[in-house]
C-alpha cells in the first residue's frame, strides 16, 4: 500500500505561481501512472493532470492546459504540480493520486486511481 501526501498549498494572487508536491512512501510508484485532481467547495472532484509511469506522456485538463505543469522524480518518489497564471477559478484543495494498474495508459477518471493523499489547499485571490 502506498501512502500519498502533499505539500506546499498556499495563498497565490491571481496571476501568481504555485508548486505543489506529492511525497509517496510505502512502496515506489514508478510502476504507476499517477494524477492530481481538485475540487472547490461546493463542487465535484475534477481532473487537472496526470502523468506517465516513466514520465514521457502527460494530459491536462482543458482548463489549466498551457499553464500547468506535471512531472515525477521516481528516484525520490515524488510527483509534482507546477502551477502559473493562476486564476481564481483555480482554488480549490489538490489531490495527489496513483493509478490502479500499471499500464501506460493516461486516464483522467478519478475511478481509475486507488490511492489518493490528503490534499493540499490552494488558494488564489482576486
Known amino acids: 500500500q502506498v501512502q500519498l501526501v502533499e505539500s506546499g498549498g498556499g495563498l497565490v494572487q491571481t496571476g501568481g505561481s504555485l508548486s505543489v508536491s506529492c511525497a509517496a512512501s510505502g512502496r515506489p510508484i514508478s510502476m504507476h501512472g499517477m494524477g492530481w485532481f481538485r475540487q472547490a467547495p461546493g463542487k465535484e472532484r475534477e481532473f487537472v493532470a496526470t502523468?506517465?509511469?516513466?514520465?514521457?506522456?502527460?494530459s491536462y485538463a482543458g482548463s489549466v492546459k498551457g499553464r500547468f505543469t506535471i512531472s515525477r522524480d521516481n528516484a525520490k518518489n515524488m510527483v509534482y504540480l507546477q502551477m502559473n497564471s493562476l486564476k481564481p477559478e483555480d482554488t480549490g484543495v489538490y489531490y495527489c493520486?496513483?493509478?490502479?494498474?500499471?499500464?501506460?495508459?493516461?486516464?483522467?477518471?478519478?475511478?481509475?486511481?486507488?490511492?489518493w493523499g490528503q490534499g493540499t489547499q490552494v488558494t488564489v485571490s482576486s
Open positions: 493520486t496513483e493509478r490502479r494498474t500499471t499500464d501506460w495508459e493516461l486516464r483522467l477518471s478519478a475511478n481509475d486511481y486507488a490511492y
Open positions: 502523468i506517465s509511469r516513466g514520465g514521457l506522456s502527460t
